[in-house]
C-alpha cells in the first residue's frame, strides 16, 4: 500500500464519516417523527372496530416512511459520490448507492479509484441505519399488536 493511497483513503474518511453521523442523526429524527404519527394513530384508533387493521395499516406505513428515508439517505450518499466525482451520472450514482447501502453489491459499477473505500463505508452505514430500523419496526409491531 503506497503513500498515495493512505491519502486517497483519508479524503474517502473525510467525506464518510460526516456522511454516516448525517445520515444517522436524519435517520433518527425521522424514526422519531413516525413514531409521533404512530401514537397519534394508535391512541386515536379507538372508534374502530377492528384494531387488527389498524395494526396492519400501521406496520405497513411504518415500514413505507422506513424504506423512503433510507432512499432519502443513499440520494445523499449518490450525491457525494457525484459531486466527488466517483461515478459518471446520477443514475449511475443512485444504484449505486443502494447497492453499497443494502451490501447488494452485484452491479458493475465501481467508484473511482480514489473514491472506493467509501463504497464499503456507506455499506457499514447501511448497517447501522438497517440495524436501527429493525429495532424501530420491532417496537412499532410491538405497540400495534398490543394496542388490538
Not at 89 to 115: I, K, P, Q, V
Request: proline content about 2%.
Amino acid at each position: 500500500m503506497g503513500p498515495e493511497t493512505l491519502s486517497n483513503w483519508g479524503m474517502d474518511w473525510a467525506w464518510g464519516l460526516p456522511l454516516i453521523v448525517l445520515t444517522v442523526v436524519f435517520h433518527a429524527f425521522g424514526l422519531g417523527f413516525i413514531n409521533k404519527r404512530i401514537a397519534f394513530t394508535l391512541g386515536g384508533s379507538g372508534w374502530l372496530r377492528n384494531q387488527s387493521t389498524v395494526a396492519i395499516f400501521v406496520m405497513g406505513g411504518t415500514a413505507l416512511w422506513a424504506t423512503l428515508l433510507h432512499g432519502f439517505e443513499c440520494a445523499l450518499w449518490a450525491g457525494a459520490f457525484r459531486f466527488l466525482a466517483a461515478l459518471p451520472d446520477n443514475r449511475t450514482a443512485m444504484l449505486y448507492s443502494l447497492s453499497a447501502m443494502t451490501s447488494y453489491g452485484h452491479e458493475n459499477f465501481e467508484l473511482a479509484r480514489d473514491w472506493q473505500l467509501m463504497g464499503a463505508l456507506e455499506a457499514l452505514n447501511g448497517w447501522i441505519l438497517f440495524g436501527l430500523t429493525a429495532a424501530f419496526l420491532f417496537t412499532i409491531m410491538q405497540k400495534a399488536w398490543s394496542s388490538t
